[in-house]
């Protein structure tokens, strides 16, 4: 969306009022506010999610909020029975730095699921070889087109389809060129991983991606379609669909019975990530906050981009079309952020799968206060996942949390995130900038 200096006024002056309001109205817990971003002091007794339950081990969990009581233990919405024996497929949309490799292991860990990491990223490189999406309408066709194609097959278990996209090509089915291997423990353990190895060794490789791509051998793609066909259900992460309305073909699918959990992110929290990992790219936007200037080339298109898309897709989903009943779920990462536990079930009983104590101990040894044993597991980057779900507010300065909220401000409202608008405000830590919504998949 591109607005006028005029209008951009207009909206500043409309938000003050609004920003009046949302304080008066403003009535959360500062502690929970506390916990949420990681800042509660560990000496008292408050209830955050996942902090002291690990501490004290898996029996602790009746003394926190996360407690599987009778009522946290079932979703805060109603969902129709589904038959769990049926095989279900499930795609995880995502944009880059939004969550998604979290929201992955969510399924990666769960010993009935066989999961893909992203295994578009080799229909674009053949497809787009320039990086990042295009906005072209003609290429944009033809790689959604084919990237229809491939989810179809590759939830069919029919790997094959991927071979004609890896450079090179296999041979003989064998590569050791697929993109993030090792994030797949289906792909890392027997008889993919070709290796024998002791339950030690085994546990690291599934630990460590570089370890899995060192010790398994080349990847036989055929080998891996029997292990797909062997698990009971699928799940593919993916950054490289822009919009729900890309998959209403798949959707539709009645033999394919695919289920779509959505993941988004404050655009303020993706901007702030991105800025720190794509360092190239968000070259001019790191200059700008080294110079408190912000540079006349640019490019704004990159966050626009993220609100137009998660905005187009948000608002298909409000509408409920029938095409979306019963297979879409929203999900903020900043609530799986606050409460891992509480989401993960909620997402499972959405999907009509079990969840599976692995996922359960997963998500407790990879969240805020595990222990030591395992911090040096390859997800350093979630294991403060709370923190750092709001630790934008410290890293971006305040004219580019207010140009980018500027820039995405209808999307903000929908999805209940609060703009800020005094620098004071912005770091007051204790003050929440994400509202408490719940978003019930569309039944
Ligand atoms: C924490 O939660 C438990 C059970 O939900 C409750 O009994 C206890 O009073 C709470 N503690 C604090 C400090 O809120
Ligand atoms: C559930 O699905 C399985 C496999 O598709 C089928 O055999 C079974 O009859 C279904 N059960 C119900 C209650 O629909
Ligand atoms: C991969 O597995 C298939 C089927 O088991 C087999 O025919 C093929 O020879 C294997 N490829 C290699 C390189 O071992
Ligand atoms: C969780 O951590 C414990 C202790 O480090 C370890 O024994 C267990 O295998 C871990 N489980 C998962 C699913 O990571
Ligand atoms: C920070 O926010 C809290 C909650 O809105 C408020 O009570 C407190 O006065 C604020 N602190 C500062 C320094 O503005």
Known sequence: MRCSWKSMVLLALA?????????????SNPLNLLCSVGLAPTDHAINCSLGQLTQVGRKALGGCDEAPSP????????????????RTHILILATTRSGSSFVGQLFNQHPEVFYLFEPLYHVQLALLPRLGQSRNPAERRVMMGAAR???????????????????????RHATDKLFRRGASRSLCSPPVCEASLDAKEQSLVLADEGECVRRCGPLNVSVAAE??????????????????????ALLEDPKLNLK?????????????SRIETFRDTYRLWRLWRATGRRPHNLDLGQINTVCEDFLHSVSTSLAKPPWLKGRYMLLRYEDLARFPLQKARELYSFLGLVLHPGVEDWITNNTRGSSDLSSRQKFTTVRDS????????????????????????????????KAVF??????????????????????
């Not at 938000?15 to 009535?27: G, L």
Request: with cysteine.
């Open 149 to 171: 194609d491939l989810l179809r097959s590759l939830f069919h278990c029919h790997l094959g389809g991927l071979e004609g996209y890896i450079q090179p090509r296999p041979a």
């Open 260 to 272: 779509v959990v959505q993941l988004v992110r404050d655009p303020r929290g993706i901007l702030a």
């Open 227 to 248: 292990a797909c066909g062997a698990k009971r259900h699928a799940a593919i992460k993916t950054v490289r669909i822009p919009q729900i309305s890309d998959l209403r």
């Open 71 to 86: 009522t946290s233990a079932s979703p805060s919405f109603s969902l129709p029975a589904y038959n769990s024996s049926r």
């Open 15 to 27: 938000s003050i009022a609004i920003q009046y309001t949302a304080i008066r109205t403003f009535s």
């Open 422 to 443: 005094h620098p004071r405000e912005l770091r007051n830590l204790s003050h929440s900038l994400v509202e408490d919504r719940t978003f019930p998949p569309v039944v």
């Open 386 to 417: 709370a923190a750092n779900a709001e630790n934008w507010r410290v890293k971006l300065s305040f004219d580019m949390v207010a140009y980018t909220q500027t820039a995405c401000q209808p999307l903000l409202g929908l999805l209940g995130y």
